[in-house]
């Protein structure tokens, strides 16, 4: 049988809905590198939250948080989307699956959700610099990122280097209990993992828009579904 990846929805709000969605191309980029999905969306109501300027954040009611583990028991891999909100419920989320090691991937607003879940840091002030360097909505190649070898996400891609598209409007700081592994040419992390687990991994472009043509993209995911069976 096929593993069964959650992936953690995200909250979205405009004039006419409130809701929690997950992102089509990341859908089918696991179901088309062997997996099944699920969305895992928050077990409790919202209590707090901020849209009036970025970051934007949506936290709601951890007390029942069994909700919460049990739903990710039901998973054999959690992803973590892109996205513009940060929650409280992706932060408890992701420490669970440290503690149970859990394989976990985080892309672009997931990974930094990783590094603030685990008490990392993130630079929102640089928005002029970020819209040159590293936002291109078009989600064609945008720039270059060095891999340390010998990193999990060295032994998965097999190379050092190669290109990625970009859309994150912050920088990741400090990558909190994560070891940072990817860089970009200006000095940005770009990718983190944590060597204790058999395969807890971001990276701060998003695959899902490759995969299909891109062999790295494609071998990002096949790697973290192969690690969930």
């Not at 809905?17 to 089509?24: A, F, S, V, Y």
């Not at 999905?37 to 936290?59: D, F, K």
């Not at 672009?108 to 040159?132: E, L, Q």
């Not at 940005?188 to 204790?196: A, K, Q, R, S, T």
Request: glycine share 10%; charged share 20%.
């Amino acid at each position: 049988m096929k593993p069964l990846i959650g992936i953690v929805s995200k909250p979205l709000q405009t004039e006419l809905w409130k809701r929690n969605e997950i992102g089509d191309a990341m859908r089918e980029a696991l179901i088309g590198c062997g997996a099944r999905v699920i969305a895992i969306v928050p077990q409790g109501v919202s209590v707090e939250q901020q849209y009036e300027e970025y970051p934007w954040y949506e936290h709601y009611d951890l007390t029942c948080k069994e909700d919460y583990f049990s739903t990710v028991d039901l998973c054999s891999g959690i992803l973590m989307q892109g996205g513009g909100v940060i929650s409280n419920y992706e932060h408890l989320i992701i420490n669970y699956c440290i503690e149970q090691d859990i394989p976990l991937l985080g892309i672009c607003c997931g990974m930094t959700n990783m590094a603030f879940a685990t008490g990392g840091t993130v630079n929102y002030s640089k928005s002029d610099y970020m819209y040159r360097h590293h936002i291109d909505s078009s989600m064609g190649y945008k720039h270059k990122v060095c891999i340390e070898k010998g990193s999990l996400l060295h032994e998965v891609l097999g190379v050092s280097e190669l290109k990625v598209n970009s859309l994150h409007g912050g920088q990741i700081t400090g990558p909190g209990a994560y070891r940072a592994t990817a860089w970009s040419s200006d000095g940005f992390i770009e990718g983190m993992e944590l060597p204790e687990n058999r395969f807890n991994l971001g990276v701060q472009w998003h695959p899902e828009f490759l995969w299909k043509e891109d062999i790295a993209a494609k071998r990002i995911f096949r790697s973290f579904i192969e690690q969930a069976k």
